[in-house]
């Protein structure tokens, strides 16, 4: 390398002047040592603004002296080098600041000729930074690994031409990968294929869906994907792109998610098929159990009205009562247990005609008039002035009437009230309230009144005799005719129950 003097020939300049000037405008890092002393003999004003210290407490000073360097090994290393290499180029090394501060530099280090002597010239820049990010990045990396690694879910990220770039361990345990097969770069389609070939995966259908299923990414993400593993596990596969192109892929064990919605149906077809047997046997049974019952009603009905003669002993017309009301009873749970098995199994129709609610809820009345427990009671009925028609079955609507005014008469005390209201709205949809002043249920009851055998186990309702078959066949029934049954109770106040029907209901007199 030519000296500095022979550089400046036609120039009347010193050297030492020269180099002044460079060091101190110079914003490189400049450092010229004795190779046989130590001693630094110039140092540029960048390294000194960096280290903190001034010109004259590094000039004249070794570095061992001012204890700049971090790692004497280093040093050591640097000295054995320049021995054999005369230059160095980019040799990392950690400084020390006056103020204990570190710093990293790299640094170029070679042999120059100054006035017919050898020095060693350290040029260099600050990477301080550098080496910062260059940590973080890795310690990103690191906390992405353990957070991967910590996932539950399988995970894995492909580029945009399918290679593999990350994936943690969750993610080769359901598939069975090795390191080596799951490793960066590796292709995802052959990975998809893989599975197929080895039976990891089992598919019911097309195979080629399965290992094409990202082809169309540029449309969009494609649907979740629900695929079975050999060990009998189930893994729901999400695939996302971002917005580089790269596609994230998620997979979740749901086996026991899948192990709960199997046995769901299984219950749920057991009891459709219990329900159907039900339904069949009561169907089978309807000829069996009412023949015999409407013959036992028959001939209690002749014996109690003596019809072929005197029975003799006063106590045989009682027990003829009872075995007759108890007989009657019995056939009235027999047809509601069979109405409400017609209306689950879908089977139970209806013989629609055009009827006069006016009509249907006179003959009601006369029905619940006659009976004993009603004699002192205040029955009031408030209908409009013209005649309601309705499109419905005549019989349905009764039985409905009569199990709703039944239920309000036998749970009100003497003396109460019943009230009975039919309403015809402005938009023709029409309403039916039933209302009593009897001993009323509690709230948390009503769903329990609603449903098939539900009665409410509370105060006087328990003196009273039923199957709780009532309410739920007259929902069912008011359901039939696209209607809605509504209940409403205070305890110790009273009950109200409240029927909804539709405009299409309703007849117009004008069409009759």
């Not at 449309?219 to 060990?231: E, Y």
């Not at 249907?360 to 409009?384: E, F, H, K, S, Y």
């Amino acid at each position: 390398m030519p000296t500095p003097e022979s550089l400046f020939t036609d120039f009347k300049l010193d050297s030492a002047e020269l180099l002044e000037a460079i060091f101190a405008a110079s914003g490189t890092y400049f450092v010229i040592t004795d190779p046989q002393t130590g001693l630094i003999h110039a140092i540029s004003d960048a390294w000194l603004k960096t280290l903190k210290y001034q010109r004259e407490e590094v000039v004249g000073h070794t570095s061992q002296e001012l204890n700049i360097w971090l790692g004497p090994e280093k040093r050591a290393e640097m000295i054995r080098r320049i021995k054999t290499d005369k230059t160095i180029s980019r040799f990392h090394a950690c400084l020390k600041g006056k103020d204990g501060s570190l710093h990293d530099f790299s640094v170029s280090i070679q042999s120059v000729v100054l006035q017919k002597k050898n020095y060693l010239l350290f040029c260099g820049y600050d990477i301080t930074e550098e080496i910062k990010v260059k940590n973080s990045a890795v310690s990103s990396r690191k906390m992405l690994v353990d957070a991967l690694e910590a996932m539950s879910e399988g995970f894995v990220l492909y580029d945009p031409d399918g290679l593999l770039v990350i994936c943690n361990s969750k993610f080769k345990e359901f598939y069975g990968y090795s390191d080596e097969e799951a490793k960066p770069g590796v292709v995802g389609y052959e990975l998809a294929k893989r599975d197929i070939k080895s039976g990891t995966v089992v598919i019911e259908g097309d195979e080629q869906k399965y290992i094409n299923r990202r082809e169309d990414l540029d449309k969009g993400p494609p649907k979740s994907t629900t695929v079975k593993l050999r060990d009998g596990r189930y893994l729901l596969l999400s695939d996302r792109v971002t917005e580089d192109g790269y596609v994230v892929s998620i997979q979740k064990d749901i086996t026991d998610i899948k192990e709960a919605e199997f046995a769901l149906m299984r219950a749920r077809d057991e009891a459709h098929v219990a329900n159907n047997t039900k339904s069949e046997f009561l169907a089978h049974m309807s000829h069996e159990l009412r023949t015999p019952l409407n013959s036992i009603l028959g001939f209690t009905q002749v014996m109690r009205d003596e019809l072929l003669g005197e029975l003799g002993h006063p106590r045989y017309r009682e027990y003829i009562n009872d075995v007759h009301h108890s007989g009657e009873h019995l056939l009235n749970l027999i047809n509601d247990v069979l109405d409400i098995s017609k209306v689950e199994s879908g089977k139970f129709e209806l013989n629609e005609d055009v009827l006069d609610l006016k009509d249907t809820i006179t003959a009601c009345m006369q029905i619940i008039r006659g009976r004993p427990d009603a004699a002192t009671l205040n029955i009031q009925i408030t209908v409009p002035d013209e005649k309601v028609y309705f499109q419905g079955d005549e019989r349905i609507m009764r039985q409905i009437l009569l199990n709703l005014l039944t239920n309000a008469v036998k749970f009100t005390p003497k003396d109460g009230k019943v009230l009975l209201n039919l309403e015809k709205n402005s938009d023709h949809s029409i309403r039916l309230m039933i209302s009593d002043t009897g001993c009323g249920i509690e709230e948390a009851d009503i769903p329990v009144v609603l449903a098939p055998f539900g009665q409410a186990r509370i105060n006087a309702r328990t003196a009273h005799e039923g199957t709780g078959l009532g309410l739920s066949l007259s929902k069912m029934l008011t359901e039939l005719h696209d209607g809605t049954l509504n209940l409403t109770s205070k305890i110790q106040e009273g009950t109200q129950v409240t029927l909804d029907f539709p405009p299409e209901r309703h007849v117009d007199p004008a069409s009759i």
